[in-house]
Structures are given as structure tokens and as C-alpha cells.
């Protein structure tokens, strides 16, 4: 089993920055062949893709709507993936959740579907 935990979510005013982490652990955890992305829910809404990148951080994608702004990486050492998100919106908030697909790709995740493993989620709020 795989176990997802994210952190770094809060209170940001729009235009601010913040730096989600979501760090795995497991006694069947292969990380650095393990896809990652993250993905959103705000209120009244759909869960949504955000960013998606490959076992080796060679591979990104991302939404339209955070593109430019959002940057994915990874850490396979420290079992961790990383969300930076810069110039911030009201409309960026939502419960960020990061995801883990055990299939071992050279191409990022880009949907909820595929993914095998789920954080709990770390709230972020954007005031205007």
C-alpha cells in the first residue's frame, strides 16, 4: 500500500505564492516509477487536473487554466512531489490533492483516471 500526504496549502492573498509537497511512503512503494499529479476541487465544483509529471521529471503537463503560472516537480530521493504556485488567484481556490500512477510511463498523468493512489488533500484559499 501507498500513502500520499500532502502539505503546504493556507491563506494567501492573490498574487502570492505558495508551495505544496506531497510526500509518499509504503512498504510497496516504487516512487521513482510512480507518474504524479495534482488535482483540484473547489467549492461547487468538479474535481479537476492541475499538473501532471512522469517518474523521471522529464515529462509536464498541465491545465490551461494554471499554465505559466504552476510549476510541477519531483524529488525521487525524497520521495516527494512538489506544486509551486505563483500570481495566485481567487479562483484558485480549492482542495488540492496529489495522486500516484503506478504505471511506469514516459508520459505524465493528465486525468484523475489512471491514478491508483490519493492524498487527503490540503486546503488553499486566495483572498481577493
Known amino acids: 500500500q501507498v500513502q500520499l500526504v500532502e502539505s503546504g496549502g493556507g491563506l494567501v492573498q492573490a498574487g502570492g505564492s505558495l508551495r505544496l509537497s506531497c510526500a509518499a511512503s509504503?512498504?510497496?512503494?516504487?516512487?521513482?516509477?510512480?507518474?504524479m499529479g495534482w488535482f483540484r476541487q473547489g467549492p461547487g465544483k468538479e474535481r479537476e487536473f492541475v499538473a501532471g509529471?512522469?517518474?523521471?521529471?522529464?515529462?509536464?503537463y498541465y491545465a490551461d487554466s494554471v499554465n505559466a503560472r504552476f510549476t510541477i516537480s519531483r524529488d525521487n530521493d525524497k520521495n516527494t512531489a512538489y506544486l509551486q504556485m505563483n500570481s495566485l488567484k481567487p479562483e484558485d481556490t480549492a482542495v488540492y490533492y496529489c495522486?500516484?500512477?503506478?504505471?511506469?510511463?514516459?508520459?505524465?498523468?493528465?486525468?484523475?483516471?489512471?491514478?491508483?493512489?490519493w492524498g487527503k488533500g490540503t486546503q488553499v484559499t486566495v483572498s481577493s
Open positions: 509529471i512522469n517518474w523521471s521529471g522529464g515529462n509536464t
Open positions: 495522486a500516484a500512477d503506478s504505471d511506469y510511463s514516459p508520459n505524465a498523468p493528465r486525468a484523475a483516471r489512471g491514478m491508483d493512489y
Open positions: 509504503g512498504r510497496t512503494l516504487t516512487f521513482n516509477r510512480f507518474g
